[in-house]
């Protein structure tokens, strides 16, 4: 099994060489420094808050290591919620709760791709997102996946071996209508090709 390869950032070096330290002894966990060609797979942020600075030095993380995130506040609020979550942060833990074991869990369940929040947390950012659906996405016909209901439509037939002209009698477009939402979609969200626009929708759970 190949070792977790974790970043720690902290702004006290006395905290960054604790975790460091801990996490470095157990199995199958390496801390390595954060230089430019060094792989990472997790990155541990510990921080008083998530201030303008350390919000700065998230999306510096995203966009050179592009690595799940875990932070290690003393406090967050509601508002700090989605900017954390649009910067890769998979997990949240509160500093009082923070052991070494449960820093220990975050990062393996972040390194498998899954994520870690509190459940008030969690519900905040579900109730967050329902509001956006409800006010900002449905009034303009989208859905959070980035998908029209037409575009949902289109995909769900292509997933069932629909051809253009099957999918144009079924809705009752044109068939340069269909093709015409197939390339819009497919140019919007970067996706090479039909399966893959089938695939990007499976992913995303509406079909």
């Known amino acids: 099994m190949n070792s977790i390869r974790v970043f720690v950032r902290t702004v006290d070096p006395l905290t960054s060489m604790a975790v460091s330290h ?13 230089e430019e060609h060094t792989p990472v797979d997790v ?14 030095t998230l999306r510096k993380i995203k966009a050179t290591l592009n690595a799940p995130v875990i932070m290690i506040l003393c406090e967050i609020t509601r508002n700090d919620l989605v900017p954390a979550v649009e910067c890769n ?12 074991e449960r820093i220990e869990e975050a990062v393996r369940t972040a390194a498998a791709g899954g994520g870690l929040l509190p459940s008030p947390m969690l519900g905040e950012l579900l109730r967050h ?42 809705l009752n477009f044109s068939e340069r209508a269909v ?17 893959h626009a089938v695939a990007y929708a499976l992913r995303m759970g509406v079909i």
């Open 43 to 56: 990155v541990v942020v510990v921080a008083e808050r998530l201030t303008v600075d350390v919000a700065s």
């Open 89 to 100: 942060v998979a997990a949240v833990l509160p500093r009082e709760a923070a052991s070494r």
């Open 129 to 170: 997102f329902e509001q956006l659906q409800r006010e900002v996405l449905a009034p303009n016909g989208l859905h959070a996946s980035g998908l029209t209901p037409r575009e949902i439509d289109v995909l769900r037939l292509m997933s069932h071996g629909f051809d253009t002209s099957e999918i144009a009698e079924e």
């Open 179 to 195: 093709k015409r939402v197939v390339s819009e979609l497919t140019g919007r969200l970067q996706l090479r090709n039909r399966p």
């Open 22 to 34: 801990y996490l470095d002894s157990r199995p199958n966990i390496e801390v390595v420094p954060a």
